[in-house]
């Protein structure tokens, strides 16, 4: 369980000067579900208790709705709500999904296939690279998780403005699956590509999913789009990002994802009550200036929980 | 019934000299569900049989392997094969998905939800128009779905032009849902938007899925994506597109969605077959130079689904 | 396909004097999912058109709610109702499961696992045999599919009496699965047991559904009731069932369905219509006098469906 | 909350004579989706930990295969096996239905619908009476729950005389769904009564579900075995129990489950160990002579459970 708890530290907060101060320490309790360092086949169950929580901090917040959160969409939904950090629209939430897909890495590792994401643009700053350019050791060793140290200087300079001024910025995670054989996905209901555009945006903030030749490929012919093969299973170009059909084809799966700027900033906002009431959100609180740096580990865990189910669906009529 | 053939009749192939020439009827048969003109509660079975397949468009197709077709992922998963049509993965699979959107719609619209779509870009040639100045009775009018006629003309004329070299293009279908209320959607497992996400991305040569203000999110600053409230439940900006935290706001849903150019060319492509031997794919059958044309009632079906599911959800709690 | 058709044979209607004299032919027609004889992991779709539904039969029974049909609680679900032949609530809609069951046993021969049923009992008038000393070849040689032929004989003379008085008359089913292997199941949410509880009491007149030492583990002690193990994966006794934990364990799995007797009746019964009024249901129409012949196969297509599941399951982990 | 753990008291060990002595105190602690006495629609996330749970009271059975148990086939299924107090395969594990249902009471007694179990039978002991005499307030005065005094006392010796000579016993509970309206239930796929026997069937130990007339179904005649209608929606008789179609008909739901005798006895036992080889399972621990008693809660919490999701299925669309 060692690499659950690595894993987890990878997005937790407080880890460097360009996420939020919160100290949460994030450590994971198992439950249920492992025994003698195995899973048993049965439910997982983990906790993961806060340790940082300041529910003052959230005092202010009890009857505002805050701009672009989902303050007024949940008191609209349910008819009443927990103001206290967001509630379940915190993402927090999502420290829970960088666990699960913790262990399905270790599964999916055994056959071989790799999950890997990294920061490819910050506001207007972006890394023009190929991928496959890429040395994945450079990701980590960079606080914004972005493998080009000149790109990634340019990037953590500018969200430390930002943050200065108070205000958040976005931008995007790439994400690449590697080593999945063909044949893996669903043809209509539960395509691949649909399963990994729901999990995507089901990442708190995130507002595009593109895969492969992703929103260029409104603007290409299909005489350059399609990719040629140059031997069975294997083509000279990658515009489909890895899935036919929904079904996996042997290449490289990649895609982006887009994350909108923090809606929570350092500065007061005219807002309205729960009575409809015109008030100021006071930017109170310790909130993460840019959430790429952060989110990589959330884009790979949700790309390795799809990929695991996938694989078992194929297991079992293969 | 009348209502969804006439829904079915906005996708069908052979409808206009920009789209595929096969003069397929696409006449829907209710077997079931569906008594004395109500819906019975019972599921609603139907056939949309085939009237102008001819299998010998395909014969020639028997063993090779499509460029960017779903034929050798299809063979990898299953290892066997129906190649006649595409099979499974040919988009006419979706003619079914807007006759349940046509119902859904009835539906829907009890309660003044209204789902619509319209072109918003063919090739590099873009509608620069805010949804909300659209005549919505313009879409229809134009062939291409283009609501703006001095737009849906170049757009015309340039897949007609990618037409005789026997190419294709891409392109973009915007969507609206307007009159949801707020409150309509999950928290966590199936966010309204990573659901909305799940359904485009499972229409065939689909590459992108955008909400609100999609890939440009990443670009800005939290100050300025902001939505500030300006009563309650409405805003003055709409960056969100209409969800937060996996919820309806109120305000309009709107996205956009990226179409690749259709794999089919009219031109000879080298490719191999499934014994790997090289081969050239000749550019046979009749197929759309463009897509987004007749994916517009494709899109909104799946919105119709989408909301309509969530739409029942929410009355079993509310 | 032919094995499909011969197993829907065994469930047709007027296949014998104890039989309702309905003379539909009950063929089935493939839509969709198999190719040159071959499924193609596809959905397969099929059609068993009615053949001698005579809608005039029903005709009478518009307005009036039978006893111990369902034609009250449709209109009180659904406040709509297509009251030709009982709609979706007839037993007609067992044909379906007897096709998909056709097909999920041609899977499991694959791997020596068979399901075998018989009628253990009309009214008072039982088999008391146990299900190891039965001669599998005599059942389908008696139309009441009983295989002791003394019992047998004794079941259609009563069957026949009671018809002629125009009644009705009860009847358990008793049915083994053999050849499966131990560790199919899941431990708490679809226990093997539990989903084959649910599939046999979705067939139509079920009232009870026992496995193993069923009704009789009541009045039971431990010691007895207690299966010893005489070698790994064998017992000398078989009160489980074949069934530990929600988990097969590699012992014949054994399971008794009871049926009451059907509805129709051919006599007057004293009932109410939509409004409430009092009137009489006529017993008009073509019924069967006791549904357990026709039930044999409905019962082995639902176990033979809910095995193939949980094969599947334990595939996609094993 | 208060009713949650009051719920949960009903069903702990150690409350009687006649129940195991293990004296867990069974605390319930809720950790998420309830604010200041509410549920906020998320999911209600909860512990209850153990308090005398004597690992050392296993260790006996770290290989060995206890007979009738699931030692065996989670073995088989997972190839590994968490050997303390059987695992996952604990009836403890139905605490945590008890919480559940609890939970669901509240909602459901809203709408005037209650549901409430009593013990039926214990061994030859039964109690002849029909459940519209039973006196419900007498059932929990009562350690056995059997509402009838005289019945309840010779249940008790005759446990109590079992629990001496180291014997299990099995046994019936009865229980009754009240005040549910017509409608609730689907037509096919998750029929209200297939629903409520996967939920019975699902609890440790039970071997037979009978709904309303249940197996005396089998022996009746269909002019004895049809429910009259005495005036809209009400029925003289209720064989029916309460389900026709898959749907309720607004009459009480009736039914009956059949427990084993619980396979830990207090005597040595013949057995084997996970390598084949015979050996004595010892009669070790402290578990009950009889789970009836403690199996009413249970019964009623899966009751409470499948009636609240169907009765959320109904208002989604009525």
């Known amino acids: 369980m060692e690499r659950v708890q690595s894993e987890l530290d990878r ?30 086949g049965s439910p997982i169950g983990f906790i993961i ?13 009890k009857d505002v709705y805050r701009p672009s959160h989902a303050d007024f969409t949940y008191d609209a939904k349910y008819g009443v709500r927990d103001h206290r950090g967001g509630g379940r629209s915190s993402a927090r939430e999502t420290a829970c999904r960088v666990v699960a897909g913790a262990v399905a890495r270790q599964y999916l590792e055994k056959f071989g296939i790799d999950v890997w994401g990294y920061v490819s643009s910050v506001g207007e700053i972006e890394l023009n690279a190929n991928y496959q350019s890429i040395d994945k050791t450079q990701i980590h060793s960079s606080i914004v998780r972005c493998p080009d140290k000149e790109v990634a200087d340019r990037m953590i300079q500018f969200i430390e403005e930002i943050r200065k001024q108070g205000d958040t910025v976005g931008g995007t995670v790439s994400c690449v699956i590697q080593g999945l054989p063909a044949g893996i996905g669903e043809p209509v209901f539960d395509k691949l590509n649909a399963d990994l555009a729901k999990a995507m945006v089901s990442i708190n903030a995130v507002k595009a999913f593109e895969l492969g030749s992703g929103v260029s490929a409104s603007r290409m012919l299909g005489s350059d789009h399609n990719d040629q093969f140059s031997a069975l299973g294997k083509t000279l170009s990658n515009n489909s990002g890895g899935i036919q059909g929904g079904i996996s084809n042997g290449e490289d799966i990649t895609m982006k994802v887009t994350f909108k700027p923090v809606a929570t900033i350092m500065r007061d906002q005219d807002t309205i009550n729960s009575k409809g009431e015109e008030m100021v959100a006071t930017g ?9 740096p952060r989110a990589v580990p959330i884009v790979e865990a949700m790309c390795l929980l799809t990929i695991a189910d996938h694989y078992l669906r194929q297991k079992a009529i293969g």
Not at 49 to 61: R, V, W
């Open 11 to 40: 997005r937790k907060p407080g880890q460097s000067s360009i996420t939020t101060q919160r100290k949460e320490s994030d450590t994971v309790k198992i439950l249920s579900g492992v025994f003698e360092g195995k899973t048993l």
């Open 49 to 61: 208790e806060n340790s940082d929580a300041k529910s003052k901090d959230y005092d202010h917040l």
């Open 284 to 292: 109170k609180g310790r909130h993460d200036p840019c959430v790429v």
